[in-house]
C-alpha cells in the first residue's frame, strides 16, 4: 500500500476493469452428457481452432468454479443437472462472473423443454444458452456467441465495475423508474461525524453499482482526506481544486474540458476531483477570498452539465467561502449527525446562523443520523424538534469496525461489503435520489432495501 504520501503522489492505478479481453479466450466444461462432452472437447482442441480452448472438464459444480479460477478461463459452460448445481450453482455462476480479476462468463447447455432454467441462469448471469444434444447448428451457436459475450462483459466491467449484470427483466424496470440529476453536498458543522465517509460510499453507489455518470468533489477546505478512501486514487500533488480555482481566477473560464482534465477516473463511471493537499491552501488565495464563492458556483454548474449525479464532500466551517458556496447552490445537503448532544447543538446553532446571516433556508437540509445504537442516550425526538428536519435515514453504529477497516483499505463499503447493515442503510440514502437502486441493489447482492412491512402490504393488494 505504500506511505500515505506515496499513495497521494502515485500516478492513478490503472483499475483492474481496464484489462483487455482476452485474444485466446479459455473454457472450462461442465457437463453430464458424453456426446455433448466430446464434441466439445473435440471442437475446442488446439488442433481444430486457436481463438477459443477447452482448458478443463469438471464433474460437479465446484469442480467446475475451482477449475475455472485455477485455469484463469474466461468461460465456463455448464448444464443444470450438474451435481452440485442446485446447492451453489446461481451463487457461483455470479461469483464467477463478479471475479476481481476479469468477468468469467457462463453458458448454459439445456435439455430441451428446460425454458425455466434459461430463465433462472440468465438472471444469475448466464450470458446465453443452446440446447443439448450439441449438433452443428448449436456448436456453431456457441462459437459465434462466445466471442461476442466475453467482449460484452468486458465492456460492462469497464463501465461498470464490479455490478453484476442486470437481466433483460431489470433492466427494464430500472428504466422505466423516474429520477432527476442531484447535486447532493454532504456536510456537518463537526468533524468525524461520517461526511466523508457517506460521501465516498453515496458517490459508489450512483457511479459503480448503479453505473451513472457520477463527479465526486473534495471540497473540504480543511485537508482533502477524501482520496485515501478509494483505492488507487493517485495523482499529482498539483491536480488538485486550489489549482483549478487558481487557473479560474487568472481568468481562464472554467469548461468542461478544463475540469475533465481535472478529474481522476475510479471504478465504474465514478470521476473524482481532488481537495487540498493541506490546510494551508484552503486558507489562501483564491480559496478564502469572497469570489471563491462564484468559483464554487461555477464549478458546480459546470459538473451539473457533464455528470447525472454530483455529490460534494464538504468539510465543517460553514464560513468558509467554498463551503457557502457548496451549501448554497446543493440540490439538497446531507447533514451528517453524530448520536451525540454536542453534534445536534452545533447543528442547530448553524442552521439559525447560516438562515439568519445568510439567507440560505433549510428546506433542502435533511438529516442523517450516522453511527446510531439505541442504547447511546442520544435525544432523537429533541433533535428532530429543534432542528425542525426529519430525520431522512440512520445509519447504525458499525459494531465489527467495518467501517474503520473498509476507510484503511480504500475500499468503499458498498463496493466490497454490500450485506452489512450500515450498506444497506446507504443504499437506502442512495435510493430517495435514484430509485432504480431499489431493483438494482438486490442484485448487486445487498439484501432488499423495502422496508419488510411495506412487502407484505404490497403482496395483500
Ligand atoms: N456508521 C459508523 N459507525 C461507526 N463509525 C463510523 C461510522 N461512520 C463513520 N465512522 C467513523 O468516523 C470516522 C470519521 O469519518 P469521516 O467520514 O472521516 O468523518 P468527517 O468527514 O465528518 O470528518 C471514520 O474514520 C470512522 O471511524
Ligand atoms: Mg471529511
Same mark, same amino acid.
Given at each position: 500500500?505504500?506511505? %500515505?504520501? *506515496?499513495?497521494?503522489?502515485?500516478?492513478?492505478?490503472?483499475?483492474?476493469?481496464?484489462?483487455?479481453?482476452?485474444?485466446?479466450?479459455?473454457?472450462? =466444461? /461442465?457437463?453430464?452428457?458424453?456426446?455433448?462432452?466430446? &464434441?466439445?472437447?473435440?471442437? $475446442?482442441?488446439?488442433?481444430?481452432? @486457436?481463438?477459443?480452448?477447452?482448458?478443463?472438464?469438471?464433474? &460437479?459444480?465446484?469442480?467446475?468454479?475451482?477449475?475455472? =479460477?485455477?485455469?484463469?478461463?474466461?468461460?465456463?459452460?455448464?448444464?443444470?443437472? $450438474?451435481?452440485?448445481?442446485?446447492?451453489?450453482?446461481?451463487?457461483?455462476?455470479?461469483?464467477? #462472473?463478479?471475479?476481481?480479476?476479469?468477468?468469467?462468463?457462463?453458458?448454459?447447455?439445456?435439455?430441451?423443454?428446460? /425454458?425455466?432454467?434459461?430463465? @433462472?441462469?440468465?438472471?444469475?448471469?448466464?450470458?446465453?444458452?443452446? @440446447?443439448?444434444? $450439441?449438433?452443428?447448428?448449436?456448436?456453431?451457436?456457441?462459437?459465434? /456467441?462466445?466471442?461476442?459475450?466475453?467482449?460484452?462483459? !468486458?465492456?460492462?466491467?469497464?463501465?461498470? /465495475?464490479?455490478?453484476? +449484470?442486470?437481466?433483460?427483466?431489470?433492466?427494464?424496470?430500472?428504466?422505466?423508474?423516474?429520477?432527476?440529476?442531484?447535486?447532493?453536498?454532504?456536510?456537518?458543522?463537526?468533524?468525524?461525524?461520517?461526511? @466523508?465517509?457517506?460521501?465516498?460510499?453515496?458517490?459508489?453507489?450512483?457511479?459503480?453499482?448503479?453505473?451513472?455518470?457520477?463527479?465526486?468533489?473534495?471540497?473540504?477546505? *480543511?485537508?482533502?482526506?477524501?482520496?485515501?478512501?478509494?483505492?488507487? %486514487?493517485?495523482?499529482?500533488?498539483?491536480?488538485?481544486?486550489?489549482?483549478?480555482?487558481?487557473?479560474?481566477?487568472?481568468?481562464?473560464?472554467?469548461?468542461?474540458?478544463?475540469?475533465?482534465? !481535472?478529474? =481522476?477516473? #475510479?471504478?465504474?463511471?465514478?470521476?473524482?476531483?481532488?481537495?487540498?493537499?493541506?490546510?494551508?491552501?484552503?486558507?489562501?488565495?483564491?480559496?478564502?477570498?469572497?469570489?471563491?464563492?462564484?468559483?464554487?458556483?461555477?464549478?458546480?454548474?459546470?459538473?451539473?452539465?457533464?455528470?447525472?449525479?454530483?455529490?460534494?464532500?464538504?468539510?465543517?466551517?460553514?464560513?468558509?467561502?467554498?463551503?457557502?458556496?457548496?451549501?448554497?447552490?446543493?440540490?439538497?445537503?446531507?447533514?451528517?449527525?453524530?448520536?451525540?448532544?454536542?453534534?445536534?447543538?452545533?447543528?442547530?446553532?448553524?442552521?439559525?446562523?447560516?438562515? +439568519?446571516?445568510?439567507?440560505?433556508?433549510?428546506? +433542502?437540509?435533511?438529516? =442523517?443520523?450516522?453511527? !446510531?445504537?439505541?442504547?447511546?442516550?442520544?435525544?432523537?425526538?429533541?433533535?428532530?424538534?429543534?432542528?425542525?428536519?426529519?430525520?431522512?435515514?440512520?445509519?447504525?453504529?458499525?459494531?465489527?469496525?467495518?467501517?474503520?477497516?473498509?476507510?484503511?483499505?480504500?475500499?468503499?463499503?458498498?463496493? !466490497?461489503?454490500?450485506?452489512?447493515?450500515?450498506?444497506?442503510?446507504?443504499?437506502?440514502?442512495?435510493?430517495?435520489? #435514484?430509485?432504480?437502486?431499489?431493483?438494482?441493489?438486490?442484485? #448487486?447482492?445487498?439484501?432488499?432495501?423495502?422496508?419488510?412491512?411495506?412487502?407484505?402490504?404490497?403482496?395483500?393488494?
Amino acid at each position: 500500500m505504500g506511505s %500515505l504520501k *506515496d499513495r497521494f503522489q502515485s500516478k492513478a492505478a490503472p483499475s483492474p476493469t481496464e484489462r483487455p479481453a482476452p485474444e485466446i479466450i479459455k473454457v472450462a =466444461i /461442465g457437463l453430464r452428457h458424453w456426446g455433448d462432452i466430446s &464434441t466439445l472437447s473435440v471442437e $475446442l482442441r488446439p488442433e481444430k481452432r @486457436t481463438d477459443i480452448l477447452g482448458v478443463a472438464n469438471a464433474a &460437479t459444480m465446484m469442480e467446475l468454479y475451482d477449475a475455472a =479460477i485455477q485455469h484463469d478461463v474466461d468461460v465456463v459452460i455448464l448444464t443444470p443437472d $450438474l451435481p452440485g448445481f442446485e446447492q451453489s450453482g446461481l451463487d457461483l455462476v455470479r461469483k464467477l #462472473y463478479q471475479h476481481p480479476d476479469h468477468p468469467i462468463i457462463t453458458v448454459a447447455l439445456l435439455p430441451p423443454g428446460c /425454458g425455466d432454467w434459461a430463465r @433462472t441462469l440468465e438472471q444469475a448471469g448466464a450470458a446465453f444458452h443452446v @440446447t443439448s444434444p $450439441l449438433r452443428e447448428a448449436e456448436v456453431a451457436r456457441l462459437i459465434e /456467441g462466445i466471442p461476442r459475450e466475453v467482449l460484452r462483459a !468486458y465492456q460492462h466491467r469497464g463501465t461498470a /465495475g464490479t455490478l453484476a +449484470r442486470l437481466d433483460q427483466e431489470t433492466a427494464q424496470i430500472v428504466a422505466a423508474q423516474a429520477w432527476e440529476h442531484r447535486t447532493v453536498a454532504v456536510w456537518s458543522p463537526k468533524g468525524g461525524t461520517g461526511k @466523508t465517509f457517506v460521501a465516498v460510499n453515496l458517490a459508489c453507489l450512483f457511479g459503480v453499482v448503479c453505473n451513472l455518470d457520477t463527479i465526486l468533489l473534495d471540497v473540504d477546505m *480543511d485537508t482533502g482526506d477524501l482520496f485515501i478512501s478509494l483505492d488507487g %486514487l493517485g495523482g499529482d500533488f498539483g491536480h488538485t481544486i486550489h489549482e483549478l480555482a487558481t487557473r479560474w481566477s487568472k481568468g481562464e473560464p472554467l469548461t468542461t474540458k478544463l475540469v475533465e482534465s !481535472y478529474l =481522476i477516473p #475510479y471504478q465504474g463511471r465514478l470521476k473524482v476531483l481532488r481537495g487540498i493537499f493541506d490546510s494551508t491552501e484552503g486558507g489562501m488565495a483564491p480559496l478564502v477570498e469572497a469570489e471563491a464563492i462564484a468559483f464554487m458556483g461555477e464549478l458546480l454548474r459546470i459538473v451539473r452539465q457533464m455528470a447525472s449525479m454530483v455529490v460534494v464532500d464538504m468539510g465543517l466551517s460553514a464560513a468558509h467561502p467554498m463551503h457557502l458556496g457548496a451549501l448554497d447552490r446543493a440540490d439538497v445537503v446531507l447533514i451528517v449527525l453524530a448520536p451525540t448532544h454536542p453534534s445536534s447543538f452545533r447543528a442547530w446553532s448553524h442552521m439559525g446562523a447560516l438562515q +439568519r446571516e445568510m439567507e440560505i433556508s433549510p428546506a +433542502r437540509f435533511k438529516l =442523517i443520523l450516522n453511527g !446510531y445504537a439505541d442504547n447511546m442516550e442520544f435525544d432523537r425526538q429533541g433533535t428532530i424538534q429543534e432542528l425542525g428536519l426529519p430525520e431522512f435515514v440512520v445509519i447504525p453504529q458499525d459494531v465489527e469496525n467495518e467501517v474503520v477497516r473498509s476507510i484503511n483499505r480504500g475500499q468503499p463499503l458498498v463496493l !466490497y461489503e454490500p450485506h452489512r447493515e450500515v450498506s444497506r442503510q446507504l443504499a437506502v440514502l442512495g435510493a430517495h435520489f #435514484y430509485p432504480p437502486l431499489n431493483t438494482i441493489w438486490s442484485q #448487486y447482492g445487498g439484501r432488499g432495501l423495502l422496508p419488510k412491512r411495506s412487502l407484505l402490504r404490497r403482496r395483500k393488494h
